[in-house]
């Protein structure tokens, strides 16, 4: 009988039904057509292309872009057992002669390959030595030259429009607005009407914005607070910085790495093993790291500096929570960043129309900031995705800040901004306006300005968001020398004769205190009551015994613990106690391969556990028990 698609997700990966767009996608792919898929990370996008590889004739290929990650991902595959493989420099000469040998003889399911290896010419021939059943390119947005992860050897996957013109090919990404999805159908040569986007909503995450205070021990907190003990990406903008944090991180006992492209090789490498093979490690990294990074149980992200644009922010934040439950997207904001912002914008050398893509993304991202409405409302948005009502999970829709009509507020700021000559950065503005015994000030004379202490409404911090808001909204601008002097903008002439006015929100910007209690334990919600309290504790001291011996059998295996099986696996085990395969294999997570690789061992740890409690369960016979 010919398998279904439903019968291989059954039977391969132990999932009962598909989600989103993945069965259209699926069948499209099946009957030969080429596909543009859209879906946030975690939205399930592999299995679209790996599916129609195993339905179909032939081996399937994709391109991956990173290399370092292939080995995970093929990992998990054969735990599956899907025969895949990966071809690229790390291996020897002798295992990539083997490698393409399977793909000859047919006996592979799934090849991946880095795209610059793809485009070489031996690797095209031996591609071609059989026809693949599809081809798959992930994380296709590199193909966009204005997008920020742009990749020059992506633009050259087009031949393989002409090279394998009878081979359905599927693009997929997790970034698009509108503008990227065009130029991906467009340069890779995917045809009109063949774009299959799902919802770009990532409940589980919740969004939070809070000002910058404090330097490292803001993150500390944080993570002590929200996320003890959990697997964490703290995203700093220099290496520098990244060096600095994660020492601090360290030596305040959290087990925390750097990871920068500046970095040794070998010991980013071990960093990032680190960081997908143990539990509850946290990787201070650049955007350097995280592209392809599939590890399900990332907790937060916790981005210290403000990210160039809402497509690469979406898509870090994105790396957190991919198993579905609850996580965290922190971003510390502050003045200092959309300082630093503007000036690598005016330092920057890129021509004209990769300025104004910046510019753009700069733009939407102090709006993200400054948002005094849902967070997650205008990010969906903003990916052409709707969403009715406000999300009640970011800071926001949690704590509503308090707005005050700025506008009397901003004309004091902007024209003491004008009379002291525009020469001067946010900090000694608001020490003229508050009316500061500061020594330059005399010096300068600017005590007798008709702007010197009439800020009496605000105290400094307060200024200085104000100062923030006013440049986030392109009303005050920073010089290009470099030095921080503020300046007014076109935008700020109709502010002073108050023809608009401002409402701005009153700092500061907290992350939310009501919820620290509840989000402590993070648990998948098999386990919790309808209150997201514990249903029940033995089931959760059982879920962390069943986590040891994964991490057991993981370090054994040498694969990541969720390669072994996922948290929600795992919980869902822990609550419903299966205690024959039969059982075993109704779990959501468990598939045939699965069952026979680790089944006994799991089983057998759950059959300890009810001899452990066997008493509870004679009285749930009737009493007849041993006691
Ligand atoms: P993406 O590539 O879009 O980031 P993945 O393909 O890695 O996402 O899928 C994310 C997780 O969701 C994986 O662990 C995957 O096994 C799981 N998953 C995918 N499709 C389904 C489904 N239909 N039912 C349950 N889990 C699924
Ligand atoms: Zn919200």
Redesign the pocket.
């Known amino acids: 009988m010919p398998r279904t698609p439903l019968d291989i ?1 059954r039977t391969v ?1 132990g ?5 989103g767009r ?1 069965a259209e996608v699926i069948d499209h792919l099946r009957a030969g057509g080429d596909a543009l898929l859209l ?10 292309y790996q599916i129609p590889a195993l339905l179909r004739e032939g081996p399937g290929v994709v391109v991956s872009p990173l290399i370092a990650l292939m080995q995970d991902q093929v990992a998990a595959l054969q735990q599956l057992g899907v025969r895949a493989a990966f071809l690229n420099s790390t291996l020897e000469p002798h295992e990539q002669a083997a490698v393409a040998a399977a793909y000859r003889a047919g006996d592979l399911d799934l090849l991946y390959l880095a795209p610059e290896r793809l485009v070489r010419e031996d690797t095209l021939d031996l591609l071609a030595a059989t026809t693949p059943s599809i081809m798959a390119i ?1 994380e296709a947005h590199c193909v966009s030259q204005w997008g920020h992860d742009f990749r020059p050897e992506y633009l050259q996957l087009d031949i393989l429009a002409d090279r394998f013109s009878g081979v359905p090919r599927l693009a ?1 990404t ?1 970034t698009a607005d509108e503008r990227t999805r065009v130029e991906i159908v467009e340069k890779l040569r995917l045809g009109d009407g063949n774009v299959f986007v799902t919802g770009f909503d990532r409940p589980n995450i919740r969004y939070l914005v809070a000002e910058r205070s404090g330097g490292t021990s803001q993150a500390l907190r944080f993570i002590r607070n929200e996320h003890p003990g959990q697997a964490g990406i703290v995203y700093c903008l220099s290496r520098k910085k990244v060096e600095r944090v994660a020492a601090a991180l360290s030596e305040a006992g959290l087990d925390a790495l750097p990871y920068h492209a500046g970095l040794d090789k070998a010991v980013r490498t071990v960093n990032q093993k680190r960081f997908l093979h143990e539990d509850g490690v946290v990787i201070v990294a650049t955007i350097a790291f995280g592209m392809g990074i ?1 590890k ?1 149980d990332v907790r937060f992200v916790l981005h210290l500096d403000m990210p160039a644009g809402l497509e690469a922010y979406y898509q870090e934040t ?1 790396r957190a929570g ?3 439950l609850p996580a965290t997207a922190l971003l510390t904001y502050g003045l200092q960043d959309v300082v630093l912002r503007r000036r690598m914008l005016e330092d920057s050398d890129a021509d004209d129309l990769h300025l104004r893509a910046e510019r753009r993304r700069l733009e939407s991202m102090l709006g993200y900031c400054e948002l005094v409405t849902c967070r997650r409302q205008t990010l969906l948005r903003h990916f052409g995705d709707h969403l009715p009502e406000p999300c009640g999970n970011c800071d926001v829709c949690l704590s509503p800040p308090e707005t005050f009509d700025a506008t009397e507020a901003a004309q004091k700021l902007l024209s003491c901004v004008a009379r002291t000559g525009q020469r001067f950065g946010a900090a000694y503005v608001v020490e003229v306006l508050v009316g500061s015994d500061n020594e330059r000030i005399f010096r300068f004379g600017h005590d007798r300005l008709s702007t010197y202490g009439i800020g009496t409404e605000l105290d400094r911090k307060g200024w200085r968001a104000v100062a923030r808001q006013l440049m986030a909204r392109g009303i005050l601008t920073t010089d290009a020398e470099g030095i921080g002097s503020l300046k007014l903008t076109p935008a700020a002439q109709p502010v002073l004769r108050g023809e608009t006015t401002l409402e701005l929100r009153r700092d500061p910007m907290k992350a939310p205190k009501s919820t620290r209690k509840r989000r402590k334990q993070v648990l998948p919600e098999v386990l919790l009551d309808d209150n997201g309290g514990l249903a029940d504790p033995e089931a959760a001291a059982r879920f962390e015994r069943l986590r040891e011996l994964r991490l057991k059998l993981a370090t054994e295996a040498g694969v990541p613990p ?1 390669v072994v099986f ?1 948290d929600k696996t795992l919980a869902a085990m822990a609550a419903l106690r299966p205690r024959d395969e039969e059982a075993l294999l109704q779990i ?2 468990v598939g045939e391969s699965k069952l026979e690789r680790w089944g006994a061992a799991f089983l057998a740890a759950l059959r300890d556990e009810h001899d452990l409690t066997g008493h509870e369960e004679a009285r749930d016979d009737g009493g007849a028990g041993l006691f």
């Open positions: 997700l990966y999932y009962d039904a598909f989600r993945q879906a946030p990370t975690g939205g399930g996008k592999s299995l679209c992930d997929c997790a599939d399900p994105g991919r198993d579905g969720y996922h959501s997570g």
